[in-house]
């Protein structure tokens, strides 16, 4: 499968090479972060005069950007058909934004996504997923987006004006039956939905298992899963963290798998089940395909067979 190249990637320095051993990328590129929490001591390091910059150089170019393309959506959104503005603004502020980050994002197996309703299934590994994968995944999808992220200007009112998904962090029967009627609404809307199963970010990069919520959508909805892998974002930008690194670690690998259809036969609950064991394996094997590390079976805790009102559900970010 062919690889697209959406950004330019900045030259690695000389004298630094790319270690093939993924622990000793993530532990070089550990030591870049400009703010980081510090394991060891639970303390946290101070920033310096190079940190600041590092996070002024590139966050008031992304503010302004994100001003410009939110502008856009609010204004032009509702004047378009289907708020085709908006899904536009969208895509050109996450290919800008990586840009503007020097990230390059490495796609392939986009000719396995199917026309039409359909559930991307993701791994999460940092808040750059969603840059990544608007600036290269297709369709007009809505993310799962935790319920924040809606408070911020511009960036939350676009997600508001485009029908993108808030979630809430609570856990509970309540909480996952409104996730759930939500994502529901959306595939029901005929538009795709993005969901990151894992319910958080991953600190280093490993997948963990799933829960349930968008599933159940899948499910009750009858629509196929997407796999989707993403692998890098992790090493650019840590919980924490308040800048991307010194540009030496860029690449950021994208990979999309076959579709899943949901199984006819059986309860609803063995069905959700089996959707989510099949995508997990799904995205684990796409996630390795590409570099990526995967939490071992054996510390995996199983994910439970409950029903729709005590299913927990994921967000977009952690």
């Known amino acids: 499968m062919g690889e697209r190249r959406i950004a330019h990637l900045a030259a690695p320095r000389s004298g630094d090479p790319e270690s093939s051993n993924a622990d000793c990328m993530q532990r070089r590129c ?4 400009a703010f980081s929490p510090d394991m060891e001591s639970g303390k946290r390091c101070s920033m310096d005069l190079r940190s600041a910059w590092l996070a002024t ?4 170019p992304f503010t302004l950007r994100t001003m410009a393309y ?3 959506s609010l204004t032009l959104g509702p004047l378009t058909p289907q708020r085709s503005a ?32 359909f559930v991307y299934c993701s791994n999460h590994q ?20 935790k ?13 508001r004006l485009a029908g993108h998904v808030p979630v809430d962090r609570t856990v509970g029967s309540r909480a996952a039956v409104e996730a ?10 005929g538009k795709p939905l993005l969901v990151f199963p894992e319910g958080t970010r991953s600190e280093d990069g490993i997948l963990r298992q799933f829960k349930n919520g968008g599933f159940y959508a899948a499910v009750r909805a009858g629509v196929p899963v997407v796999p989707v892998a993403i692998d ?6 840590k919980k924490g963290a308040l800048d991307t690194g010194d540009g030496t670690l860029r690449i950021v690998r994208v990979r999309v798998g076959a579709p899943i259809a949901v199984r006819l036969d059986g309860r609803e609950g063995a069905r959700v089940n089996d959707l989510r064991e099949r995508a997990h394996a799904a995205v684990s094997e796409l996630l390795r395909s590409i570099g990526g590390r995967v939490e071992p079976p054996a510390g995996a805790a199983a994910a439970s067979e409950a029903p729709a009102s005590g299913a927990r559900t994921e967000q977009a970010s952690g």
């Open 180 to 189: 759930i009627s939500r994502f529901e609404a959306v595939l029901k809307s």
């Open 30 to 33: 550990a030591r870049r972060y």
């Open 86 to 117: 908006s899904l536009w603004a969208m895509r050109r502020w996450c290919q800008a934004s990586a840009r503007g980050l020097d990230i390059e994002i490495q796609a392939s197996g986009l000719e396995n996504v199917p026309p039409g309703v």
């Open 147 to 159: 319920r924040s992220l809606m408070k911020i200007p511009f960036l939350g009112w676009h997600l």
């Open 232 to 237: 890098g974002t992790h090493l650019l930008m």
């Open 126 to 145: 940092s808040l750059l997923d969603i840059l990544a994968l608007g600036a290269v995944l297709p369709g007009d999808f809505k993310w799962a987006a």
């Open 57 to 60: 150089r590139q966050w008031v």
């Open 70 to 72: 939110g502008t856009v």
